[in-house]
């Protein structure tokens, strides 16, 4: 089978099973989405070389008090914790050029806020007031999808001018804005046939998923070089591991968690 197919075929195969997760039921999608930020826990110690099992303890526990007791009051300061790293971990890829982490204790750290905080946050963007919103969930899905595919698309036809080549030399400046513009079409498509959000909490959910995911995806792929590791895992043949298929959303969870539930207008 042609790595064209097989990319084809395999990742039909996980956007149905996203797809029906979320559809299915409130349970079905967390039980998928708390898998998913378990498979991308363990790629992401592994390419770190994070060998001790307490962070699967500790994501274990934090899935059970949030989203099963409902210990709603440990959302805010986790949700402080994740944006005040993201911007040291923006910092780190941008000013220092790169990431040190030579103690377990530092890989501790980032396992907890990159990995498990965002999967927290994955989990809870579409409950709103305590209801359900499957919609939502698929509107920021379908707005991750966009900007992956049209940055790529963009960047393979008409990508010049690189945009971190020391980082991720594929991507270029005109690869990220037809991204961005796709995105923000995909987001205004969205909003005529979704009225969770009004249009312009669909268009700045949209910027948030394509400019901080973007750097996301260049967060890892710096993890990745460091590690000398093309993918993230083989979970996933033709596209490598669920860190990789994930590495935007994850890092803009906890962005779009705090507008989506904190500033946009219902």
């Given at each position: 089978m042609s790595n064209f197919y097989q990319r084809g075929i395999f990742g039909l195969i996980y956007v149905v099973l996203f797809l029906s997760a979320i559809l299915i039921s409130e349970f079905s999608y967390v039980a998928y989405a708390t898998l998913l930020g378990f498979f991308c826990l363990l790629e992401f110690t592994r390419i770190i070389n994070f060998k001790y099992t307490i962070v699967y303890l500790i994501y274990g526990m934090l899935v059970y008090l949030i989203i099963i007791e409902d210990f709603k009051f440990l959302v805010t300061p986790i949700?402080?914790?994740?944006?005040?790293?993201?911007?040291?971990?923006?910092?780190?890829?941008?000013?220092?050029k790169g990431f040190v982490f030579q103690r377990n204790l530092l890989r501790f750290v980032i396992?907890?806020?990159?990995?498990?905080?965002?999967?927290?946050?994955?989990?809870?963007?579409?409950?709103l007031n305590g209801e359900y919103r499957p919609h939502l969930i698929i509107g920021i899905l379908?707005?991750?999808?966009a900007n992956d595919s049209f940055a790529y698309l963009v960047g393979k036809n008409f990508g010049k001018r690189k945009l971190f080549p020391s980082v991720s030399p594929k991507k270029t400046v005109e690869g990220f804005i037809g991204g961005f513009v796709f995105t923000?079409?995909?987001?205004?498509?969205?909003?005529?046939?979704?009225?969770?959000?009004d249009l312009i909490s669909w268009l700045v959910i949209g910027t948030i998923m394509s400019t901080i995911g973007t750097i996301g995806d260049l967060i890892e792929s710096k993890f990745k070089r460091i590690a000398e590791v093309k993918d993230s895992g083989t979970l996933i043949p033709g596209h490598g591991g669920f860190f990789d298929r994930l590495d935007s959303l994850l890092f803009a969870a906890p962005f779009v968690y705090l507008y989506v539930h904190h500033i946009a207008i219902f």
């Amino acid at each position: 089978m042609s790595n064209f197919y097989q990319r084809g075929i395999f990742g039909l195969i996980y956007v149905v099973l996203f797809l029906s997760a979320i559809l299915i039921s409130e349970f079905s999608y967390v039980a998928y989405a708390t898998l998913l930020g378990f498979f991308c826990l363990l790629e992401f110690t592994r390419i770190i070389n994070f060998k001790y099992t307490i962070v699967y303890l500790i994501y274990g526990m934090l899935v059970y008090l949030i989203i099963i007791e409902d210990f709603k009051f440990l959302v805010t300061p986790i949700l402080m914790l994740s944006l005040a790293s993201s911007i040291v971990l923006m910092y780190q890829l941008f000013v220092n050029k790169g990431f040190v982490f030579q103690r377990n204790l530092l890989r501790f750290v980032i396992s907890v806020r990159y990995i498990i905080f965002s999967s927290i946050f994955i989990i809870l963007l579409p409950f709103l007031n305590g209801e359900y919103r499957p919609h939502l969930i698929i509107g920021i899905l379908v707005m991750m999808w966009a900007n992956d595919s049209f940055a790529y698309l963009v960047g393979k036809n008409f990508g010049k001018r690189k945009l971190f080549p020391s980082v991720s030399p594929k991507k270029t400046v005109e690869g990220f804005i037809g991204g961005f513009v796709f995105t923000l079409v995909a987001a205004a498509c969205i909003h005529y046939f979704n009225k969770d959000l009004d249009l312009i909490s669909w268009l700045v959910i949209g910027t948030i998923m394509s400019t901080i995911g973007t750097i996301g995806d260049l967060i890892e792929s710096k993890f990745k070089r460091i590690a000398e590791v093309k993918d993230s895992g083989t979970l996933i043949p033709g596209h490598g591991g669920f860190f990789d298929r994930l590495d935007s959303l994850l890092f803009a969870a906890p962005f779009v968690y705090l507008y989506v539930h904190h500033i946009a207008i219902f």
